[in-house]
Nanobody
Framework: QVQLVESGGGLVQAGDSLRLSCVAS????????MAWFRQAPGKEREFVAA????????NYADSVKGRLTISRDNTKNTVYLQMNSLKPEDTAVYYC??????????????????WGQGTQVTVSS
């Protein structure tokens, strides 16, 4: 079992940057593949990025490649999402997710067992 708590969301303007953090507690953090998903109003939750247990392999949605970067610090039990050149269409609630072992190739919500409560990101034009 692992508990996930996200932070770092907020209201920014188009072109700005934000860094989201997700702190995990419970079992050994580096046993978990980690991911970020997002959900905009009226839309389904969608995959953003994933990172394997060592941090050596990452996977991104096409819509965020080159702008968003996922990373992890296993000494701090934390996964990050660095968000640059933000666009209004990035507005959503961002969720951290985890699965025991797993793979950075996992891109579906059903692949992940544990979820945080979400953090709101709003990008104004």
């Amino acid at each position: 079992q692992v508990q996930l708590v996200e932070s770092g969301g907020g209201l920014v303007q188009a072109g700005d940057s934000l860094r989201l953090s997700c702190v995990a507690s419970g079992r050994t953090f580096n046993d978990y593949t980690m991911a970020w998903f997002r959900q905009a109003p009226g839309k389904e939750r969608e995959f953003v990025a994933a990172i394997n247990r060592s941090g050596g392999s990452t996977n991104y949605a096409d819509s965020v490649k080159g702008r968003l970067t996922i990373s992890r610090d296993n000494t701090k039990n934390t996964v990050y999402l660095q968000m640059n050149s933000l666009k209004p269409e990035d507005t959503a609630v961002y969720y951290c997710a985890a699965v025991l072992f797993g793979s950075s190739l996992y891109r579906n919500t059903y692949n992940y067992r544990y979820w945080g409560q979400g953090t709101q990101v709003t990008v104004s034009s």
